[in-house]
């Protein structure tokens, strides 16, 4: 990471920022809440944001949005990887140049390897300078969505893009230190090229609940019974997220005690999991919510006793961890070094993969109560220091100035 200068406020000048995002912005999960809380951050300190993204999605108030076109044969794409969204791109890449010479953007924030393109090919042509934003490997994510397998042809194909964006982009911002390092041992890019900013949360909003009447009316309006334990999990359904290992863990509990329910918020896939949830009789003990809106995210979590993180992807961040943190839930995940980076030495760890082993972590967790306050005291303090958005909402200012000083020096040197 390169050394930078403390930043003033009142000494950097507001700044346009176009941000390029090559998904259905906003959608309630992941990156978006990245994308988010940054674009927020930002006008916090007197910048103005613009982004451009796909036709669907919501747009949060407050931050101007250039969306695509939609294409006709695949009008409700939200989330994953698909051969479509090379046709969303172009759209994407068309929206984002038109909207050049009515932002004039002072510097383009890519985020996402398909953005970062996008991004490489406007800032070459406009001289504006580029940060690119990734949250994982490209072909690593494909490979987790079943969209190509390892040993094909389109794996190398794509395996060569990404080489070439991760070696060309001018910086990089990684939300976690694991991408950081694989950037520079296997892409062989160099370290000041690249800065770790991890993924956030605001910890005045993410806070544990007051268990009183209203807090006992939400969890009884959700369905669940007032003795039970509440297993919570928010985020995307998904094979790579793990959702079936967590139904299979949730069996495995359900048929030894009857004082547990699971509480199983996000999207996609709703259906299919439930239907899963049936097969293995445990539908009585779930509660599928289907996407909740991120701001009533703090509430849904809030009914949780303990929650899980089975997410089986190596590369990606698991910002869903950090809300948990927040929240003051002691949390079960499986152990992946991106658990670890957020966790420490406060999470509990499942073998990867391993839904038994998953069963028998949350097992631990819901029968020592005194291990659960524990926990949750801990990681609350540990996500108030080091994952506030103020420090990486300074880190990515900090880069903006040194990148447009660069172009600067750069222009007089011609």
């Known amino acids: 990471m390169p050394e930078l200068e403390p930043l003033s406020g009142a000494a950097e000048g507001a700044r346009r920022v176009l941000m390029i995002a090559p998904t259905s912005f906003f959608a309630d999960y992941g990156c978006h809440v990245r994308i988010l809380e940054e674009a927020r951050y930002l006008q916090s300190r007197g910048h103005q944001v613009a982004i ?5 999605g919501r747009d949060p108030k407050g931050l101007m949005i250039y969306r695509t076109l939609s ?8 989330v994953g990887s698909s051969r479509h969204k090379i046709a969303f791109d172009l759209l994407l890449g068309a929206r984002a140049a038109l909207c050049m010479p009515q932002w004039r953007p002072d510097i383009i924030h890519s985020h996402l390897h398909e953005g970062a393109l996008i991004g490489l090919a406007l800032s070459k042509v406009c001289g504006c300078p580029l940060v690119c934003d990734l949250q994982g490997s490209l072909t690593a994510e494909m490979v987790d969505h079943g969209f190509v397998r390892q040993d094909s042809r389109a794996y190398r194909a794509f395996y060569r893009l990404e080489t070439f964006i991760n070696c060309t982009a001018p910086h990089i911002l990684t939300s976690t230190q694991q991408t950081a390092d694989l950037l520079h041992k296997e892409f ?10 991890p993924d956030c949360v605001n910890t005045d909003v993410f806070a544990p609940p007051v268990r009183d009447d209203t807090w ?8 669940i019974p007032p003795e039970r334990k509440v297993v919570a999990y928010l985020g995307l359904l998904a094979d790579y997220q793990g959702t079936g290992h967590l139904l299979q863990a949730a069996a495995r509990l359900c048929r030894q005690r009857d004082d547990l329910h699971f509480l199983i918020a996000g999207f996609p896939n709703v259906d299919r999991y439930q239907e899963q949830a049936r097969r293995l009789g445990i539908g009585d003990r779930c509660t599928f919510t289907g996407r909740v809106p991120y ?7 809030g009914l949780g006793d303990v929650a899980v993180s089975p997410k089986l992807s190596s590369t990606e961040g698991a910002g869903k961890l950090l809300n948990y943190m927040a929240v003051g839930l002691p949390t079960v995940a499986f152990d992946l070094p991106v658990s670890h980076e957020y966790l420490g030495e ?12 998953l069963a028998q972590s949350l097992a631990l967790l819901l029968d020592d109560a005194a291990m659960r306050q524990d926990l949750a005291e801990r990681l609350r303090r540990r996500v108030q220091r080091h994952y506030a958005w103020s420090s990486s909402g300074e880190l990515i200012l900090q880069i903006y100035r040194m990148l447009c000083n660069n172009q600067r020096r750069k222009r007089r040197s011609r």
């Open 188 to 197: 062989g890019r160099a370290p000041e090229r690249i800065s770790y900013v």
């Open 52 to 56: 451009a993204t796909y036709h669907n």
């Open 71 to 78: 294409i006709p044969w695949r009008s409700a794409y939200e």
């Open 216 to 223: 006992r009316a939400h969890k009884a309006a959700m369905g």
């Open 346 to 357: 406060d999470g509990v760890y499942a073998t990867a993969g391993d839904s038994d082993s």
């Open 295 to 301: 701001g009533q995210a703090p509430d849904v979590l």
